[in-house]
């Protein structure tokens, strides 16, 4: 697709490419949906995003925006369940900037979504839309224990939903493969797109680093030009899926940091300070997080900010963004999800924020919560 084959049509309410990038929590799908964007613009085509959540104050919504990208926010619940929020959201971007495509990251911890969302889209709106091929992004040291690899954090009803996902990928990309970097890191790999590809016989298996860009252009053009053959899953079983989102525990938080000597403090440290005191009052209570990550912006202006993040209890904070210079007074957003009661994760998160050196907070909303039992707005088991 290019502009001159397909803008004029789109602009006038023609058909927009649909790109799903799914896959676990902490597997890097918003990076990848941000490098996508990018690597769009630069190719002459506009792209619209749409972030998703199962509650409010998203950190992905914020990093989009951060880059001045177009983005719609769907809260309170999967696509499968806001079928038609995720139109209405599509909707509105094509009103606004008329993307070519529309990039869309479903919640980390949703599954069959190719029954309930791709198949929905192509069947109701298919005069609108155009699906690109199911990707389902996979972290490789998750996925490693997921496949058991490399011993196992998370339980075997979180695992269920994992493998669905793979199950009904048409494309499963090994993000992060800089993760695997050592002497026997493209054994590694290669075992691991060996087991991948047994987990998910009808995908094709790529890998690439979103962070550096290494192997995107490959699974880029795919998702712009492939047409999508996917199939709903076969075989899944609800209460199984209800009981595994259930024993994850979720928290969005919104607070103000300031300064407590009245002067100004590191952002950046202060980040990484946050994160690393959740992390150890988490691990010393024995819970798995799947991810942690949290920005934290300069008060009245939310494009200046740092953003850090952790995907893995054992696993230590790393800051994708960095404030150039110190500040008095920021805005913090947090997103949490761990194997672990809400309210344990609540006690983790006001102790980090009450322990900060040097810094008062103002906690200005704070939600924490188990997903409810999915019931999808549409499904459809294959194509007519």
Not at 179 to 203: N, T, V
Request: net charge negative; glycine share 10%.
């Amino acid at each position: 697709m290019t502009r001159a084959q397909g803008g004029d049509d789109e602009r006038a309410g023609g058909t927009a490419r649909y790109v799903m990038i799914g896959g676990f929590l902490g597997a890097g799908k918003t990076t990848a949906m941000l490098r996508f964007a990018e690597w769009l613009t630069g190719r002459g085509l506009r792209a619209g995003l749409v972030t998703n959540d199962q509650g409010g104050g998203l950190v992905d919504t914020a990093l989009a925006g951060v880059r001045g990208l177009p983005v719609e926010e769907i809260t309170g619940g999967c696509f499968c369940c806001r079928f038609n929020s995720l139109v209405e959201a599509a909707d509105a971007l094509r009103r606004g900037t008329a993307p070519e495509v529309l990039v869309a990251e479903p919640v980390g911890s949703c599954t069959d979504l190719v029954a309930t969302v791709s198949l929905p889209l192509e069947s109701l709106h298919g005069d609108r839309f155009t699906l690109a091929p199911a990707s389902v992004v996979v972290d490789p040291l998750r996925a490693e224990r997921v496949l058991g690899m490399n011993g196992a954090r998370l339980s075997d009803h979180v695992h269920y939903i994992y493998r669905k996902q793979l199950e009904e990928a048409e494309i499963v990309v090994v993000n992060k493969i800089d993760l695997l970097a050592d002497a026997e890191g493209a054994a590694r790999l290669e075992r691991l797109q060996e087991a991948l590809a047994e987990a998910a016989p009808h995908a094709d298996v790529l890998a690439c680093s979103a962070r550096t860009g290494v192997g995107l252009d490959a699974w880029f053009e795919r998702m712009l030009h492939d047409p999508s053959r996917a199939a709903a899953i076969a075989d899944i079983d609800y209460d199984r899926y209800a009981l595994g989102e259930s024993l994850l525990g979720w928290l969005n938080a919104e607070a103000r940091l300031i300064a407590t000597d009245g002067g100004e403090f590191d952002g950046n440290a202060a980040l990484l300070d946050l994160l690393g005191r959740i992390r150890r009052a988490l691990d010393a209570a024995g819970h798995e997080i799947a991810h942690l990550k949290a920005t934290l912006a300069v008060e009245g202006d939310p494009y200046e900010l740092a953003a850090a993040n952790l995907v893995r209890t054992d696993d230590a904070p790393v800051l994708s963004h960095r404030l150039a210079e110190p500040l008095d007074v920021g805005r913090l957003l947090v997103n949490l999800r761990a194997e672990a009661d809400p309210a344990v994760l609540d006690r983790a998160v006001r102790g980090a924020l009450t322990e900060m050196v040097g810094v008062g907070c103002e906690v200005v909303h704070l939600e924490h919560f188990r997903p409810g039992r999915p019931v999808p707005t549409h499904r459809i088991a294959s194509r007519s």
